[in-house]
């Protein structure tokens, strides 16, 4: 006979009213437990096999006190070759580590979610857990034990570095080999103790690196080959308006031997680097005089600056392994890796001349100037920059600087005059007009009147392949050009006293022209000429002065293509450079 419905409903309400009691009493009881270990070790702990659940930390700390084991006395001896040290263990004072593992132990069913945690402390009914101190030294003593050994094993050695002397010179690069150098690592040392202990080892060997070594022969002969691929080289790394140059003495210096580089110094080097390249965005200034254009402030826009140290760092070893290749590129360039940040105002807010963005940029170097003649680069580029060019005007670099003597701030350095290169105020002045050059051909203006110089000049050749250069004296050996866009162009220089390297930017409107340097080729390569000696009664007799410098002969020529926005063809110049062979000359005392 089936049941009622009236039944079946009361039999599910018995059913559920069952389920809720019998819940209800399993959670008190697993809140009374929880209540009960709150302060106290879950079941079924174990330290050094002693049983501490139910106990609380205090009484778990006692118990393991009064149960301490501490192993016999004994002597610990640490070697390193054939030198050792040893200290007993009562003067270590051996100590059992109690409360790292007390801790441990406690922190059970105490972490993580409550869930985790009921789970945890359910698992401790039928789960045992087990801990073990450790045994250790003091650390005090153990460090003096350490530091004993070590002011007898540690010996300071030297890397084995190469050096050129002088740059672009084989015979002047030098290998030192190296001596043999070791280092005792304590804290590693230490840390080989403490194990040992715990094994019962009382004799341990200590952890001990080798910090140089010295070249072999062999070794030398190879480094001195590499080292040599190196010379006549150098390395660009730049980016639109910033760069840095490392010449073959610098890079030669960076080598680590047998192999790779110097990470202590290239860390270094990327620091410096860092610390250079960085600036904060600069916002633009520019005030002048409605009528004569004169400007009296300018303050150039500029992105503020990080550099990418990882990215410079690959950057500049990828260029150093294509020079180990055999790569026969005389200028190796790579990406300077800057990070930017905008200025919040732009040039253009400055002006209603159109002196709105850069649109020449030229930059050079002088790395090894006299001191006299990085003054003169400094004038003379403070006397150019500023100068506003209306649209239709020819600019003259003579006319721009003026006077070129003592009494305008320029100071006697060398200068090609009469054939020969000699004392004169001003020399260093070419630095400048080479820069604004190479600007003028980056803006695609139209150039005027150009002439090299009568035989090279190295400085122009530190960032640059031969002939993209200008010469500037009295009178017509000038530098000109013609403003051939429809606003007007700022001038305006930096020259870096410091790293000494330069740049002259042109600020207008850019109209879409696009210049390219094509076809550059250099002939007719001619050694220097043998060196003259003058008889001089100046000097002291038998004395030798040197008063100009030896430099190869060569041909160069390139041509500067410019194009308007829409690809045609604006004008197409063709520079060319006839460098006479120099002999390096001598005064002569008689």
Avoid at 87 to 105: F, H, K, M, P
Avoid at 178 to 189: H, Y
Avoid at 340 to 347: A, D, N, W, Y
């Amino acid at each position: 006979m089936p049941l009622s419905p009236s039944f079946s409903h009361s039999k599910s309400r018995f059913t559920l009213h069952v389920g809720a009691i019998l819940a209800l009493v399993a959670g008190l009881a697993v809140v009374s437990l929880f209540i009960r270990y709150h302060q106290r070790m879950l079941p079924n702990i174990y330290i050094d096999e002693l049983p501490v659940g139910g106990r609380t930390a205090l009484e778990t700390r006692e118990l393991l006190i009064a149960a301490t084991q501490l192993p016999a006395e004994h002597t610990l001896t640490l070697s390193a070759d054939a030198i050792s040290i040893s200290s007993s263990s009562a003067e270590l004072g051996v100590q059992r580590l109690i409360d790292t593992e007390l801790e441990q132990a406690f922190a059970v069913g105490r972490q993580g979610s409550l869930v985790e945690r009921i789970g945890i402390f359910l698992q401790a009914f039928f789960k045992q857990q087990h801990f073990s101190t450790k045994l250790a030294y003091q650390p005090q003593q153990l460090t003096d034990l350490t530091s004993a050994l070590a002011s007898e094993v540690d010996i300071l050695g030297t890397e084995p570095s190469a050096r050129l002397r002088y740059s672009g010179t084989p015979q002047s690069l030098t290998i030192e080999p190296g001596s043999f150098g070791r280092k005792l690592n304590q804290a590693a040392t230490r840390e080989t103790i403490q194990r040992s202990l715990n094994q019962g080892i009382y004799e341990v060997t200590a952890v001990v690196a080798s910090t140089a070594g010295e070249l072999d022969k062999e070794q030398v002969a190879a480094a001195k080959e590499r080292a040599s691929t190196y010379i006549g080289k150098k390395i660009t790394i730049q980016n639109e308006d910033q760069s840095v140059i490392l010449h073959d003495q610098e890079l030669i210096a960076l080598l680590a031997f047998p192999e790779g580089v110097n990470q202590h110094l290239l860390t270094e080097l990327l620091a410096n680097w860092e610390s250079s390249l960085y600036r904060n965005p600069q916002e633009p200034v520019l005030e002048y005089d409605k009528h004569s254009l004169a400007v009296t402030t300018f303050v150039a826009p500029q992105d503020g600056t990080k550099l990418s140290v990882g990215e410079a760092r690959a950057n500049l070893l990828a260029k150093m392994t294509a020079i180990e290749s055999g790569d026969e590129e005389v200028a190796h360039k790579a990406h300077l890796p800057l990070q930017r940040t905008s200025p919040t105002k732009s040039l253009a807010d400055t002006n209603t001349l159109g002196i709105k963005e850069r649109i020449g940029l030229g930059t050079s170097a002088y790395a090894h100037s006299i001191p006299n003649r990085i003054w003169n680069v400094a004038q003379a580029t403070k006397k150019l920059s500023l100068h506003i060019i209306p649209p239709g005007q020819e600019f003259s670099f003579n006319r721009a600087l003026g006077d070129i003597s003592a009494r305008t701030g320029f100071r006697s350095a060398y200068v090609i005059k009469n054939g020969q290169t000699q004392l004169g105020d001003g020399g260093g002045v070419c630095q400048v007009s080479t820069t604004l050059f190479r600007a003028v051909l980056n803006a695609g203006l139209d150039i005027t009147r150009r002439l090299p110089h009568s035989y090279r000049v190295s400085y122009y050749e530190l960032d640059n392949k031969p002939g993209i250069d200008a010469t500037v004296y009295s009178g017509d050996t000038d530098f000109r050009f013609i403003n051939d866009t429809n606003h007007h162009i700022l001038v305006y220089g930096e020259a870096n006293s410091d790293n000494l390297t330069m740049k002259i930017e042109l600020y207008g409107t850019s109209d879409g022209r696009t210049s390219e340097i094509v076809e550059h080729v250099t002939w007719n390569p001619r050694p220097p000429l043998p060196a003259q000696y003058i008889p001089t009664t100046a000097i002291a007799k038998g004395k030798l002065q040197q008063v100009d410098w030896s430099a190869p002969g060569i041909s160069a020529k390139f041509t500067n293509i410019v194009k308007d926005k829409d690809g045609n063809e604006l004008h197409k110049d063709t520079f060319t450079s006839v460098y006479r062979p120099w002999a390096a000359k001598f005064l002569q005392g008689v």
